[in-house]
């Protein structure tokens, strides 16, 4: 069941940022030119391709978007259509690299993915160095790496990038940010004039609020009332508008979709 059948729409709740847990880092340039001798590197944050796949399943539904490959000599091109609206990006990775062929098919995907908007912010956020592990293929905390490059990148608005968002609040999992963390903020001063930012909590709200609107227009629920007894009965237990996730929003969607489809076949019989 997807979220919503409209790109725009889709594309501002995509472009969002990525929960810290759903990072992952890896080392880049190194700080000796002698990489055994080492302590430090570059931290190049990135996302699985799964999770990109996760998203798209959710927000357009698994059967509204491909990513199509097309070789280009020793390139890959990816041919991601989201919608019904195509966008592509080329991909190739170092021959001696390992998975070299998987590398560059994610790569690709990535690109055209980024070509959509989805994901291009991670191209701008703030370069740190972080301590390598014994092995120089790591980082000894990877976890609190991703988490500082989200606090010292918290607004990339003037980066050269359209990005209305506050990093600092996608530190942890969707709905699972634990504020004891020890290495997060805890006092840290406000910007004195800070732009109008926009949260998951806040495209949550707005498709909440569209949800209510077609449960009315589809008279299964006017009220307040009348919306939480609809909420309980599609998602099998009573759950608040705050704790309502993009999941949640796709199953009562769908269900309100099934409603609309099936109120003009009663009404002609």
């Known amino acids: 069941m997807a979220l919503t059948d409209n790109y725009e729409e889709a594309i ?3 472009r969002e940022p990525f929960w810290t847990d759903r990072l992952e880092v890896r ?7 002698d990489k055994n001798q080492a302590t430090k590197a570059i931290a190049l944050v990135y996302y699985d391709w799964r999770v990109m796949e996760d998203r ?3 927000v357009v ?3 509204n978007w491909r990513a199509h490959l097309v070789p280009w000599g020793p390139k890959l091109i990816c041919e991601l259509t989201i919608l019904g609206v195509t966008k592509e990006s080329s991909g190739e990775e170092e021959s001696k690299k390992e998975n070299v062929g998987t590398a560059t098919e994610a790569q690709c995907k990535k690109r055209a993915a980024s070509s959509h908007g989805i994901g291009r912010y991670l191209y701008f956020v703030k370069d740190i160095w972080g301590e390598l592990n014994k092995y120089k293929n790591g980082f000894e905390d990877p976890d ?4 500082q490059i989200y606090r010292e990148s918290r607004n990339l608005v003037g980066r050269s990038i359209d990005f209305p968002y506050d990093l600092t609040k996608y530190i942890g999992s969707p709905g699972r940010v634990n504020p004891n963390r020890q290495d997060q903020p805890s006092a840290e001063p406000e ?4 732009p109008a930012q926009v949260g998951q909590s806040d495209v949550l709200k707005q498709m909440i609020r569209k949800a ?4 009315g227009k589809a008279k299964v629920a006017s009220n307040a009332d009348q919306w939480s007894v609809f909420v309980s009965k599609v998602l099998g237990s009573p759950k608040p508008d705050a704790q309502i996730d993009l999941k949640d929003i796709a199953k009562i969607n769908g269900e309100l979709t099934r409603l609309e489809q099936a109120q003009p076949a009663q009404a002609n019989g």
Do not use: T, V, Y
């Open 12 to 14: 501002q709740i995509l």
């Open 27 to 33: 080392p880049g340039s190194f700080n000796n030119r």
């Open 56 to 58: 798209l399943d959710c």
């Open 61 to 63: 539904g698994p059967a």
């Open 144 to 147: 609190a790496i991703i988490r």
């Open 191 to 194: 910007p004195e004039e800070a």
């Open 212 to 215: 209510k609107g077609r449960a």
